[in-house]
């Protein structure tokens, strides 16, 4: 078993990870950057170093730094999280070449799946279906409208590079396509350093859902079901739910079998998460997928009584899969809410500052995984998730009034946050009823 773990994150998933060590035994390094010297993952690791200046390219991302810590400390290994150098090629290369173990795939893997326009053709070459476009990068705008014409408006154009719902826009005409065109190019530059684009039919209506596999380095496989991330604003994700209720047993096998499949062909190991859209025929399309641990983990992880960062930590450790795929049960239902540090009235514009007062909530089957406490200066240069809300209840009803009764006690006093917006969601009619699609917060609350 690995015996000592740099976490090269921040926030509430490094938090996650150092708890899950300590279970298991395993030390724990933190790394921080100037402005994370009071942060709660830099105080619970066994050690803490410090990597660099605030900005994240000085510091998170700054791979001799951390490769550096992680050398001087004596780790074994280091836990990428997710954001940051989770799916950096070079950085899972560089751990590989100096024999600290990378706990997620295989730096080839990354590779091969961490491009979105490559992982597409990997998928359809493996049988998995995949949203109608190009057969790999558009090399001119010339060449994105001929390709639109074929497939039909509207169409979306995505950078291949992207993450984070940054680098897509959608195109209703060949006047909007022309803009489209520019737009993601640059924003995929200045984001991801790379401005290579690719185009899909945009899928009217749908919902993401998405499989959780998790694969030994032996060539064992097996799904922990799907989650539903339909919720979203401006393609980014604010409310995970598992089951999902547009899927039945047997789309859920079907579904399944398809990703553990090209899993085992591809020869992927570690956890991952393949993601599809699902249209209004319950016809569904490989979109992307995401070679790391997930935000929305944890709903999986209530229904399904399996530790996702444990298990990382065990099959990077060369262990074997303990179930197979019959031991795999799902029990009741899972929500999580992610709590952003931000003003819903101000556009959602982030809004750091200092915790002055905080109450967490709890319960029966509510869980928080966050990394804030009283007294705590939140900074201006990371993400603004400061918190995720977790329920398990009998069925969706009882996670719905589990999550409303959490989000009713939360108080965080000192910043603006999206609490009472999450509230929102969940007294919504066509939320409640299940009859929402990733176009919800748009038609329902304008945004
Ligand atoms: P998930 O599917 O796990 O919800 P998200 O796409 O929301 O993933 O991303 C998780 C975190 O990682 C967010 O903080 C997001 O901003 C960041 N992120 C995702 N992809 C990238 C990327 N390619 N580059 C930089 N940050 C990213
Ligand atoms: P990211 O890497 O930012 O997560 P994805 O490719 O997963 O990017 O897309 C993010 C979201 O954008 C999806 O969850 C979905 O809501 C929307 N989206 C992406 N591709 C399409 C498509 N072809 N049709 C409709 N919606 C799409
Ligand atoms: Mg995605």
């Known amino acids: 078993m690995l015996k000592k773990i740099l976490i090269a994150n921040r926030g509430e998933i490094a938090v996650r990870i150092i708890r899950a060590c300590r279970e298991m035994g395993i030390r724990t390094v933190a790394i921080y950057s100037e402005a994370d010297k009071t942060a709660l993952h830099t105080k619970l690791a066994d050690e803490a170093v410090c990597i660099g200046p605030a900005k994240s390219t000085n510091s998170y991302l700054n791979i001799k730094a951390i490769i550096e810590a992680a050398y001087l400390t004596g780790c074994d290994s280091i836990h990428p999280g997710f954001g940051f150098l989770s799916e950096n090629v070079k950085f899972a290369k560089i751990c590989e070449e100096i024999g600290i173990k990378f706990i997620g795939p295989n730096y080839k893997m990354i590779e091969l799946m961490g491009n979105k326009s490559k992982a597409k053709e990997t998928m359809k070459n493996v049988g998995v279906p995949v949203v109608p476009g190009s057969d790999g990068l558009i090399s001119s705008l010339k060449e994105a409208k001929e390709i639109a014409k074929s497939i039909k408006y509207p169409v979306i154009l995505k950078a291949s590079a992207g993450g984070g719902g940054k680098g897509i826009r959608i195109a209703y005409s060949e006047e909007e396509l022309i803009k489209a065109y520019e737009v993601v190019k640059q924003e995929s530059l200045t984001s991801f350093n790379d401005d290579s684009v690719y185009i ?127 031991d795999i049960k799902i029990t009741g239902h899972s929500l999580e809410c992610r709590v952003n540090a931000e003003n819903p009235d101000k556009n959602f514009m982030p809004c750091p500052g200092k915790i002055t007062g905080l109450h967490l909530p709890g319960g029966n089957g509510i869980r928080i995984d966050s990394a804030i406490y009283a007294g705590y200066e939140i900074p201006i240069y990371y993400d603004s998730m400061i918190a995720k809300i977790i329920v398990h209840g009998n069925n969706r009803q009882e996670s719905i009034e589990k999550m409303k009764s959490a989000l009713g006690e939360f108080i965080i006093e000192g910043v603006d946050t999206n609490i009472d917006f999450l509230y929102k969601i969940l007294e919504n009619e066509n939320f409640k009823t299940n009859n929402y699609t990733t176009s919800f917060l748009k038609d329902e609350f304008g945004i």
């Open 200 to 326: 899909e039919k945009y899928i009217e209506n749908p919902r993401h859902i998405e499989i959780q596999i998790m694969a030994d380095e032996h060539g064992n496989c097996v799904h922990l079901g799907e989650r539903d991330c339909s919720i979203q604003r401006k393609n980014q994700k604010i409310l995970e739910e598992t089951p999902s209720s547009i899927i039945n047993d047997k789309i859920r096998k079907k579904m399944g079998e398809i990703a553990v499949n090209a899993i085992k062909k591809v020869g992927y190991y570690n956890v991952g998460t393949i993601e599809f859209l699902v249209d209004k025929n319950r016809d569904f399309y490989f979109m992307e997928m995401n070679t790391r641990v997930q935000v929305e983990h944890p709903v999986t992880e209530m229904v399904t009584g399996i530790d996702i960062i444990k298990e990382q930590i065990k099959i990077a450790s060369g262990e074997t899969l303990e179930f197979s795929q019959k």
